[in-house]
């Protein structure tokens, strides 16, 4: 039998994306240092994930990837993805290993990110296209 477990705002801080990811990684600087995150629950390899992410006002973020599914569920403010706005209540399924980049609107944008394990992959389309002429 599980265990219910709860997750409460004022007990969980924002952390900048600067402390979680390393310099000079597959992150860029500017999604590093305009990125918050606070996990609701960190999920395992057979328990989900439950994140929210706080970005500063009009942010790029570039192409990327991740290994799993995930749905970001619009909390404050708007990204853009393609022609296409979302604003709050508006909810994006990302299918795992699809690449998606957006722009976050002049308000910045705060969202919750849920993925069906944890999941901390992330692959920029530049990574995926060196390995891919590594492999040919």
Known sequence: MGKIRFFEP??????????LTPPGGNVGEA????TAV????????DEPQLFEV?????????????????????LEGEIQMGNRVC????????P?????????GPKGCRFLNFRPV??????????YLKA????D
């Open 118 to 127: 944890a999941d901390g992959a992330y692959q920029t389309h530049e990574d």
């Open 10 to 19: 004022g007990e969980v801080e924002f952390r900048r994306s600067s402390e």
């Open 132 to 135: 891919r002429r590594s492999r």
């Open 96 to 104: 795992g290993e699809t690449f998606y980049g957006f722009t976050v």
């Open 38 to 45: 606070r996990f609701h629950h960190p999920g395992s390899d």
């Open 31 to 34: 999604e590093r240092m305009g």
């Open 54 to 74: 706080d970005l500063d006002p009009d942010l790029v973020v570039p192409s990327h990837a991740h290994s799993k599914d995930e749905i970001i569920v619009i």
């Open 87 to 94: 604003r709050p209540g508006a909810s994006v399924l990302v």
